[in-house]
Structures are given as structure tokens and as C-alpha cells.
């Protein structure tokens, strides 16, 4: 079980590579903490997620010391049935919950799930650092890690030559329960099925790990999980001008594998919200929280996105 601790006992840490110059909307306010907050937090869902939870996590702890929160990452299709079940306060996902996991919350509890967009992500299109490929189309991804394309591509049928031309490519990804995995199928492989000789992994740093230590190998992850060993390719649509995963091609949307991170929580409409929750949600969208978003390796929201996320749990920004 992939579960970790904060507040009180010591987190286990993932080396993360930082996005550099990006910078946190000063509109954003400060965190200033306030009375009455106390007890533990569960946090259930997204492995892509993980860290950041945890990084929050510490966040939140520097200004509520008893407070507690666990964090367990299987998975983003594990936070629907968790919440469901009334098992965790929080259900961070790599993608938009489906409709039949929204239907389901709603039988369950008459109303749907509050859906809070907490970080922008730019999905990595990893190979070896010694790989020589300069950039891939999104019709080259699709074929590659596709049952569209053919069963045993190489590097020469992307455009490599010499020595790489007749080298096999071998494909790193998720598995079914992951976010990560059903973005990817949807955007980058227009919902074909992935080829069976997809490596599929637990985690999204086993999937960088993989490649790390493949020469020919080829995998997609958050940039949250990138390391010296690995580069993320720059992608292109139609063989169009190709993009670097960046906070500026991701927040144009230039670059194809830009999309939201989001936290979900079971928010009756017109209720107030328990001050526990109510301020941690509150640090997500803060100068700290937002600067731990960065930490990650993600890219943060706006402060015009923070008041939007804010009013859906009843509370009125004043910045």
C-alpha cells in the first residue's frame, strides 16, 4: 500500500525536479491561520498526486501542528468510491471523474461531487537522456504506444537513423487504474487501446524509472517525476511547430498534454463547510500553496481560477 503520513511523523520523500522561473500569481493571498482547527484528514486517489499532497500537507501542518493527514495514492479511479464510502475528506485525480463515478456519488448522496481544479500539469513524453529524437507528433505518439500503429515499431520508424534506426521501441505507462493511463488513451491515442507490450507500471515514478534505465525505451508522466536521466520530448500537432512541456505552452495550450490536476470533496451545496476541510482547501489556493504546487515540478493556478474553486464550497474571496 502506497501510504503516507504527515504531521507528526517524519513523510517519505520522492526527488521531484522543480519547474524553474515559474512564478505564483501575486494576486494570490497569503495563508494566515485561524482557531478552532483540529483532527485528521484522509486523502485518497491520484499517485500522480502524491507528492503534492504530501508537500500540502507539511504545508498545513506548519500552522496546524496536531492536525494529521494520510495520504494514500493508488490510483485517481480509487478517489470516486472512496468518497463515496465516506473513507477520506479529500480525492485528488489526474482527470475529470467520469460520469457514471458522478452519477454514483449522487445516488449516494442526492447531490454531485464539488469538483476544485488545484494545479495545471504538463504530461511528459519520456525517453533515455541519450535518445537523440528532437521532438514527436501526437499522430507518432499515437502510433507508437497505439494498437493503431504496428506491433513492433523502432526508432528509425520516427525518424532516427544510424545505429538507432533498426533499435526496437520499447513502451513504459500506467495501469488502468491510474488517471494518468485514461488521459493519455483519451487525448494522446484518440481512445485506441494500448498496444500489449506496454510495460504498465504502478507508479508514475516507476514509469520514469523504467525509461531511465532503457535506452530505447519510451514512457509518459507528470513532470512532477522527471530526473536527470530521462528527457521529456517536445510534442507537435500535425507535424506542426513542436512544444516543450512548460508553464507557458501549457497554460496557452500549445503544448497537446496540458490538463488539471483536481481535488474532489463531498460539499452539500448551501452547507458550511467544517473549518478542517474548509482551511485546507483555503491553503491550496494561497501564495504557499501555490508555491508548493511549483515545488512539485506543476504549474499554478491564477488568482481569477482561486476565487472560482473558493466560491463552489460557499466561500467569498476577498482578494
Not at 449522487?106 to 495545471?120: H, N, S
Not at 520499447?170 to 495501469?175: E, F, I, M, T, V
Request: with cysteine.
Amino acid at each position: 500500500m502506497n501510504r503516507l503520513v504527515i504531521g507528526g511523523i517524519a513523510a517519505l520523500a520522492t526527488t521531484t525536479v522543480a519547474v524553474a522561473q515559474v512564478q505564483v500569481d501575486t494576486n494570490l493571498p497569503y495563508y494566515t491561520p485561524t482557531q478552532g482547527v483540529s483532527g485528521n484528514l484522509i486523502s485518497v486517489g491520484s499517485d500522480s498526486m502524491n507528492n503534492l499532497m504530501t508537500l500540502w500537507g507539511e504545508e498545513f501542518a506548519k500552522f496546524y501542528p496536531n492536525v494529521r493527514l494520510e495520504v494514500e495514492g493508488k490510483g485517481s479511479s480509487t478517489a470516486p468510491a472512496a468518497l463515496i464510502e465516506s473513507q477520506c475528506q479529500f480525492g485528488p485525480m489526474s482527470r475529470g471523474m467520469r460520469a457514471s463515478e458522478i452519477d454514483a456519488f449522487e445516488r449516494r448522496f442526492g447531490y454531485k461531487p464539488t469538483e476544485l481544479r488545484v494545479a495545471i500539469d504538463a504530461l511528459g513524453v519520456y525517453v533515455h537522456k541519450d535518445n537523440p529524437i528532437k521532438a514527436l507528433s501526437m499522430d507518432q505518439i499515437e502510433r507508437i504506444f497505439s494498437v493503431s500503429g504496428a506491433a513492433n515499431m523502432t526508432w528509425g520508424d520516427v525518424g532516427l537513423t544510424g545505429e538507432w534506426a533498426n533499435k526496437p521501441i520499447s513502451l513504459y505507462g500506467r495501469n488502468s487504474a491510474s488517471g494518468t493511463y485514461g488521459y493519455f488513451k483519451q487525448v494522446a491515442l484518440g481512445n485506441n487501446d494500448y498496444k500489449p507490450s506496454v510495460k504498465e507500471q504502478p507508479g508514475s515514478s516507476s514509469v520514469v524509472q523504467g525509461v531511465a534505465t532503457d535506452l530505447y525505451g519510451i514512457g509518459y508522466s507528470g513532470l512532477g517525476y522527471m530526473t536527470a536521466d530521462v528527457r521529456a520530448v517536445p510534442l507537435s500537432v500535425d507535424q506542426d511547430k513542436a512544444y516543450e512541456p512548460n508553464a507557458e505552452n501549457a497554460s496557452t495550450g500549445d503544448y497537446p498534454l496540458a490538463r488539471f490536476l483536481y481535488i474532489y470533496v463531498n460539499h452539500r451545496p448551501g452547507s458550511q463547510m467544517d473549518p478542517l476541510r474548509r482551511e485546507m482547501i483555503r491553503l491550496f489556493f494561497t501564495q504557499q500553496g501555490q508555491e508548493v504546487v511549483v515545488k512539485d515540478g506543476y504549474f499554478p493556478v491564477s488568482a481569477a481560477l482561486a476565487r472560482e474553486e473558493l466560491r463552489k464550497i460557499g466561500l467569498t474571496p476577498t482578494f
